[in-house]
Each structure stands twice: as structure tokens, then as C-alpha cells.
Nanobody, 116 residues
Framework: QVQLVESGGGLVQAGGSLRLSCAAS????????MGWYRQAPGKQRELVAT???????KYADSVKGRFTFSRDNAKNTVYLQMNSLKPEDTAVYYC??????????WGQGTQVTVSS
């Protein structure tokens, strides 16, 4: 069993920044990928960014150039630096771990609210 704990959400004005963290209860050694997803009210959960075990990062077009995904293997933690935030970035942000066994794990989510 893997536990993921997100933190760093909050309320920020448009144009501001936040950094989300996701701490995993296990090493990244046996994972395939980790990702950040978000779900706005009344909308489906969508991909924000993913990072593979090899370090390849992919971003949704809507966040390219504004968000940066990084990881600290020593701390089993990934980060999502979010700059130039827009009201449409308002959502609950979730961390996801794709394990080598094929099982997926999700965090509890952290709320990000961007005011105009």
C-alpha cells in the first residue's frame, strides 16, 4: 500500500504562484510514473503533468510555460510549481502514482483557488 499526501494548495490572486507537494510513503524506485491531475467543479478530472521514472515530463497544453513539475528522489516527493495562475486553474489537484505492479494510487487532493 502506498500513501500520497499533497500539500501547498490555497487561495491566490490571478497572476500569483503556488507550489504543490506530494510526498509518497515509498521510494520512487519501483514506480512507472507520477502525475498531477486536477478536477474543477462539474468537470472531469484532467491531466496536468506527468513524469516518468526516467524523468521525461509531459504537460497539458493549458499549463505549458506556467507550471513546472519536479521531483526529489531522496525525499520521495514531487512538486508542481504553478506560476501565472489563472482563475481557470481553480480545481482540486491530485497526485497519482503509477506503480511497477500496475496498481495506481491517488492522494486526497488539495484545493487551489485563483481569484480574478
Amino acid at each position: 500500500q502506498v500513501q500520497l499526501v499533497e500539500s501547498g494548495g490555497g487561495l491566490v490572486q490571478a497572476g500569483g504562484s503556488l507550489r504543490l507537494s506530494c510526498a509518497a510513503s515509498r521510494s520512487f524506485f519501483s514506480i512507472n510514473a507520477m502525475g498531477w491531475y486536477r478536477q474543477a467543479p462539474g468537470k472531469q478530472r484532467e491531466l496536468v503533468a506527468t513524469i516518468t521514472r526516467g524523468g521525461h515530463i509531459k504537460y497539458a497544453d493549458s499549463v505549458k510555460g506556467r507550471f513546472t513539475f519536479s521531483r526529489d528522489n531522496a525525499k520521495n516527493t514531487v512538486y508542481l510549481q504553478m506560476n501565472s495562475l489563472k482563475p481557470e486553474d481553480t480545481a482540486v489537484y491530485y497526485c497519482k502514482l503509477d506503480s511497477a505492479s500496475g496498481r495506481d494510487y491517488w492522494g486526497q487532493g488539495t484545493q487551489v483557488t485563483v481569484s480574478s
